[in-house]
Every structure is written in structure tokens, then in C-alpha cells.
């Protein structure tokens, strides 16, 4: 009855989103603040009978918001269901294991390897440098490969690189292979390599709306590269679904992409509370990798992370624990409200001291 390509697929597992009692959520990434007010306005007077039609399959007014924003030409921006479906996408277009493995850290956002499961695409990992950051000049060297993603910032870690590394690696990577730059986390604190698309036409940089736009549950992303690498992105979402942004998602990605002043905002709070929760977190002799994203990574010598998650858990706090050689001294802890924060760090000092 089961396919036999079913019966040895590997899911991705998301975080939790328990429903069992109320927690303070600080787990996957989400924002702590409300999506753009403009959005609430729009909903009160949404008219359901727009939803009789089909959404309009190119996405078009939302690929022109992007591409304003950016200063891009639409013909240069691609959307999606959740960043999640834009690399799927991308993963199934550019990737060809005909041509060698695709590229990756070993330390990263853990749906890649998900997706070359899933198309069946040879992957090579390469290591982090010793202070935990991508070594982009592993990716140059690497040899033979189909192309090369990585997130930046990088998750779990939260570090950042400079865009000159970028465009160190593209000046040196082969230029029929593309580089994929997953810049989920990009708006706390990063450098976009967005600027680079124009001179590097193996460049696609994939955003969300999931985290500095507080729209998770709205599932939008984006990808901007060269017109001809956007064009099989669409070629690719094409044959599996016309429709995969619905008329609301299109609708309300217009009004955050277009609500600049309520983006900088919630992006400065919450980069705010991350450098302070950072130095409270130092002062109780945790160790912090330096975080470019809306979470950081954190340990507290001498206890591990696994006790640290159930203990928090215990104490009605999620935070994300991988249990993953090389990282199991971690905890992966989202930027919640000031407010939730200070709880955290009471809750941390009754349990660790
Ligand atoms: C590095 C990275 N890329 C992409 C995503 C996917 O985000 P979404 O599908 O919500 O746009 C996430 C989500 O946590 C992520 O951490």
C-alpha cells in the first residue's frame, strides 16, 4: 500500500507547539510582538466573497512589494508557502547530484539534509570554524559540488558573517552553481547579500516573513536571484502546486513588506532585549555565541542542555534543545518580550544558580 519511497523518507520535526497548558514560548523563532496594525485594519474589513477566486498564481502585487523594498525588478523575486517551500523549490531546481554533492554546514538549519532526502541529492557537510562560525572558504575550496546553501545568520548558532565573506565565496565559487543564502534572520542584525544579486547571477537569497515580520502563521517566503533562476523556481512550483500563496498570504504580505516604520521597530526591540538578556546571561557566568538573529545560543558549563530544556520546560519555559553531537551542551533560546525574558532569567537563576 506504502510507496517505497514513503517507507524511507526522513521528516523534518519542527519545534513543539504544545497545547498541554500555557508556556512561555521561546522555541522556534517566533516573533514576540504583533504583525503590522495595518494587517488588523485590513482583516476587519476583508470581504470573504474575494475568496471565491483562485489567488493569483504569479503573486504578483506581493513580488512587486518585495521587489520594491529590495529595489529589484519583480521579475527578480519569487514567493512562496513559508521560506520552508521556497528552498524545497530551490533544492529540487538547482540541485543535481549529477554534478556532485550539494554543500553545507554541518551545524545548520536541519531541514537541508530533509530535502536532499527527499529529492534525492547527494549532500557534503563541512565543519564550523573553532568559534562556531560558517567557514565560507571551506565552501570555496570544497571541489567538485552542485551548488552550496547556508544560512546567514546561521542557525542554531545565531552568527552572522560579513557580506565581504559572501562575496569572497561567490567571487571564487564555480559561476554555473548556485549559492543559496537563507537570510531568515537577516533583519537582527545582518548584512543582506540581497545588493549582490545584480553582479553574481548564481546568488539566491531566500528571506521569511515568519520572524521579523511576525507572521509565522501566515507562511510566506521569498527567494530573489537572476530572472532566469526566479523563472525555475516558478517552473518548479508549477508543476506541483498553482496556487501554494493563497489571496489572504498575498494580500497581507503586501501590507508588512509595505509597514517599514512597524518593521524597524519590533526589529530594534527585539535586538535590544537580546544584547541585554545577553549581558544578564554573561553576569550568571552562561556562555553566549555572539548572535546576529532573534535567539541565541546558550550554555551553562558544567550542565547539560538536555537538563536545562526539561528543567525550563518543568518550570513552564520552552526553549529548543538538538540533541546532536557537538551540540548537546546548548540551548537554542528565542527573544521573547522583556517581560518574558525576565522570567527566564528568574526561573534560571532559582534552577542553575
Ligand atoms: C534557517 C531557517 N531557514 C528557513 C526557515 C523557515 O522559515 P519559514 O518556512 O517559516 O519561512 C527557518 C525556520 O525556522 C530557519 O530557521
Not at 529590495?70 to 528552498?87: I, P, Q, R, Y
Not at 512550483?237 to 500563496?245: G, I
Request: hydrophobic share 40%.
Amino acid at each position: 500500500m506504502l510507496s517505497q519511497r514513503i517507507k524511507t523518507l526522513m521528516p523534518y520535526v519542527p519545534g513543539e507547539q504544545p497545547r498541554d497548558r500555557r508556556y512561555i514560548k521561546l522555541n522556534t523563532n517566533e516573533n514576540p510582538y504583533q504583525p503590522s496594525p495595518r494587517i488588523r485594519d485590513f482583516l476587519r474589513t476583508f470581504d470573504p466573497e474575494t475568496l471565491r477566486r483562485y489567488p493569483d498564481p504569479r503573486m504578483t502585487a506581493l513580488r512587486q512589494a518585495i521587489g520594491r523594498r529590495f529595489g529589484l525588478s519583480d521579475d527578480c523575486v519569487f514567493t512562496g508557502n513559508g521560506s520552508d517551500e521556497v528552498l524545497a523549490f530551490a533544492f529540487y531546481a538547482f540541485f543535481d547530484s549529477d554534478c556532485g554533492p550539494v554543500l553545507f554546514p554541518t551545524f545548520t538549519y536541519s531541514f537541508y539534509p530533509v530535502y536532499c532526502n527527499f529529492f534525492d541529492i547527494d549532500y557534503r557537510t563541512l565543519p564550523l570554524g573553532g568559534d562556531y562560525t560558517v567557514d565560507l572558504d571551506a565552501f570555496a575550496v570544497a571541489g567538485k559540488s552542485c551548488g552550496a546553501i547556508f544560512p546567514n545568520p546561521n542557525a542554531p548558532t545565531g552568527i552572522g558573517l560579513p557580506l565581504d565573506r559572501v562575496r569572497s565565496l561567490l567571487e571564487r565559487f564555480p559561476r554555473d552553481r548556485v549559492v543559496i543564502v537563507d537570510e531568515a534572520y537577516i533583519d537582527f542584525g545582518g548584512q543582506s547579500a540581497a545588493s549582490l544579486i545584480d553582479s553574481y547571477n548564481n546568488l539566491l537569497v531566500v528571506q521569511t516573513f515568519s520572524k521579523s515580520m511576525a507572521l509565522a502563521g501566515i507562511r510566506l517566503g521569498f527567494a530573489m536571484g537572476a530572472k532566469p533562476l526566479i523563472d525555475a523556481l516558478f517552473t518548479a512550483k508549477d508543476a506541483f502546486n498553482s496556487y501554494p500563496v493563497d489571496t489572504l498570504a498575498q494580500q497581507i504580505g503586501v501590507l508588512a513588506m509595505e509597514d517599514r516604520d512597524h518593521f524597524d521597530e519590533i526589529c530594534r526591540k527585539i535586538v535590544a532585549t537580546r544584547e541585554r538578556f545577553g549581558e544578564t546571561m554573561t553576569g550568571l557566568g552562561w556562555r553566549l555565541l555572539p548572535s546576529q538573529a532573534n535567539f541565541v545560543f546558550a550554555s551553562k558549563p558544567g550542565v547539560p542542555g538536555s537538563q536545562i530544556y526539561n528543567d525550563l520546560k518543568a518550570a513552564g519555559i520552552l526553549v529548543r534543545y538538538f540533541d546532536k553531537e557537538g551540540l548537546r551542551d546548548f540551548v537554542r533560546i528565542t527573544m521573547g518580550t522583556d517581560e518574558e525574558m525576565d522570567t527566564l532569567v528568574e526561573a534560571i537563576q532559582r534552577l542553575f544558580g
